[in-house]
């Protein structure tokens, strides 16, 4: 179970993040799935991120779900997520969002478009 204080102090971030899913997800929502183990949170005081594990029968791929706050703080977690990734057993990583996450330091890191999703492969 999650600490309801952690989650509420991404909740502006998450919360900022959620108006781009298109209506897919509340925060309600989100709170559950973290609740539940379906979503994981990575956060500090300026920036929040949200994982979901997704396998395939030939891929296990960490998605990137929501993230919002300070990208020089988004580019910390990333690294610490890729990290929890890898010892998961992920072999890939994934986002969806708006076209403007292609300008961001995720280029720098390997991430490259494939249609609206961005993805890179981890290694082994």
């Known amino acids: 179970m999650i600490s309801t204080e ?9 919360e900022a993040a959620l108006e781009y899913t298109q209506g897919t997800h509340t925060y309600a929502d989100v709170v559950q799935d973290l609740d539940t183990g379906k979503s994981q949170l990575w956060d500090t005081d300026q920036a929040a991120v949200v994982t979901e594990i997704h396998v395939s029968p030939r891929a296990k791929t960490c998605h990137l ?30 986002l969806a969002g708006r076209r403007g996450w292609e300008r961001t330091f995720l280029r720098g890191e390997g991430y490259a478009p494939a249609w609206t999703v961005m993805t890179k492969e981890l290694d082994s």
Not at 6 to 14: D, K
Request: aromatic share 8%.
């Open 6 to 14: 952690r989650v509420e102090r991404a909740r502006p971030f998450l």
């Open 65 to 94: 779900f929501l993230a919002g706050g300070d990208l020089n703080e988004l580019e910390r977690i990333l690294r610490i997520i890729e990290r929890w990734a890898k010892s998961e057993g992920c072999t890939r990583m994934s």
